[in-house]
Structure formats: structure tokens, C-alpha cells
């Protein structure tokens, strides 16, 4: 069975530090998405990204970007001077293909609550 | 567009009671999901629907039922509530099927959740 670990259950940090959120995955698949997750405290769920198991090129989007490596099964999540409106629980999540061609639902990590003090 | 819509917003049972969760989406997507959230456990995956008169069990499918009614709606059902299932509940839908039918992962569209508390 699929598992995703986020081992930092609490990071905070100040205000404009860079910060780095750690994911690390396991699967047998060869096929699956990769997706970040964000959690503001209004509880609703954002999402940040999606990356495909065939795809390792880094991405930036902003102060966002996303470290994805096969070989050691990771796909890390580093905020660039971090601000307050960052504080929020991050979900990494895996999803697979099931047996049928559709999806067969997203495996959560944990979370990691971030806070940004002023 | 209103995405994902779930009701009720809040609901408190008491144990032995049954009640459904409903969940509507107007995005056209094939497939659709129900999670619970639990404090430090992250979301758990109850039931899935990859496609309207398809559904699948997740990782926690006890004491639970689902229904997809139809393209839009994905319902789901405590019979009996107990103390266990007293948990923030989220219904997400989403694509999945690229060009040719081909699986494309998309990304999931939350709902904003159903807070449930079971005494």
C-alpha cells in the first residue's frame, strides 16, 4: 500500500526566512501524481500543485517552489521569504490509478503546521 | 460556479442516529471522493466514485454507505453514528479523464467541509 510521510508535524519560523517542507512518498506504481495541499485556518483545502510520476523537473511558481526526486522518493515544498499569510497546515498527497482507469483517491501525509511569526 | 457544496455546514448526532451527508458538484467531473479529517491524522480517504454508478471503498470505509446519484451528487450516509466518527468530513470531484478517456490525475476541488460531532 501507498504511504506518504511529512515528519515535521510543527515548523515555525519569522517572517522572511525561506522555509522547507519535506515529503516523502512510497509506492510500487510507476504511474502517480504528486500534490501539495494547503490549509488555511478557515479549514477550507487549496491546491498548490500536481506533478506526474514521469515529470522530475523542479518547478517555481513565485515565493513557491517544489524540489520532485525519484530516487529518494521525495517531493519537497520550500517557501521563499515567508510571510504571515503562509501559516497554514501543508498536505502532501500521492494519488494512483486504480484497476478501473480512474483515480482510486489521494493518500494524505500527516500535515505540517506551518507558522510565520511577524 | 459554485464547485463543491456540501450540507450541512455543522451537525451534532447522538450515537444510534443516522444521517447523510450530501455533496454536489457543477464542474462536470467524473470522479468524486469523501475524506474524513481526524486531528494529526491528516484526510483518510472513505469512499470514491471514479465514475457516475461506480463506487469504491477507501482506507475507512466502516460504518459508512455512499451513493452516487448521478453525475453531480455523491452522498454519504452514517446509519448508525458513533463516537469514532466524530470528524470534519470533506467531499472533493475531479477530472481524471483526459483526452481518449485516458486517466490524468487531476487535481481534487474540496468542498468546504462538514464538521460532525458525535455524543
Known amino acids: 500500500a501507498q504511504k506518504v510521510t511529512q515528519a515535521q508535524t510543527e515548523i515555525s519560523v519569522v517572517e522572511k526566512e525561506d522555509v522547507t517542507l519535506d515529503c516523502v512518498y512510497e509506492?510500487?506504481?510507476?504511474?502517480?501524481?504528486l500534490f501539495w495541499y494547503k490549509q488555511p485556518p478557515s479549514g477550507e483545502l487549496v491546491f498548490l500543485i500536481r506533478?506526474?510520476?514521469?515529470?522530475?523537473q523542479n518547478e517555481i511558481s513565485g515565493r513557491y517552489s517544489w524540489n520532485f526526486q525519484k530516487s529518494t522518493s521525495s517531493f519537497n515544498f520550500t517557501i521563499t521569504a515567508s510571510q504571515v499569510v503562509d501559516s497554514a497546515v501543508y498536505f502532501c498527497?500521492?494519488?494512483?490509478?486504480?484497476?478501473?482507469?480512474?483515480?482510486?483517491?489521494?493518500?494524505f501525509g500527516k500535515g505540517t503546521h506551518l507558522i510565520i511569526q511577524p | 460556479n459554485a464547485g463543491v457544496t456540501q450540507t450541512p455546514k455543522f451537525q451534532v448526532l447522538k450515537t444510534g442516529q443516522s444521517m447523510t451527508l450530501q455533496c454536489a458538484q457543477d464542474?462536470?467531473?467524473?470522479?468524486m471522493y469523501w475524506y474524513r479529517q481526524d486531528p494529526g491524522m491528516g484526510l483518510r480517504l472513505i469512499y470514491y466514485s471514479a465514475s457516475e454508478g461506480t463506487t469504491d471503498k477507501g482506507e475507512v470505509p466502516n460504518g459508512y454507505n455512499v451513493s452516487r446519484l448521478n453525475k453531480r451528487e455523491f452522498s454519504l450516509r452514517l446509519e448508525s453514528a458513533a463516537p469514532s466518527q466524530t470528524s470534519v468530513y470533506f467531499c472533493?470531484?475531479?477530472?481524471?479523464?483526459?483526452?481518449?478517456?485516458?486517466?490524468?490525475?487531476?487535481?481534487?476541488?474540496f468542498g468546504p467541509g462538514t464538521r460532525l460531532t458525535v455524543t
Open positions: 464542474m462536470n467531473h467524473n470522479s
Open positions: 506533478r506526474n510520476s514521469f515529470d522530475e
Open positions: 509506492t510500487r506504481d510507476t504511474t502517480y501524481y
Open positions: 472533493a470531484s475531479s477530472e481524471d479523464k483526459g483526452t481518449g478517456g485516458l486517466w490524468s490525475g487531476d487535481e481534487q476541488y
Open positions: 498527497a500521492l494519488i494512483l490509478l486504480d484497476s478501473g482507469g480512474g483515480a482510486d483517491g489521494l493518500t
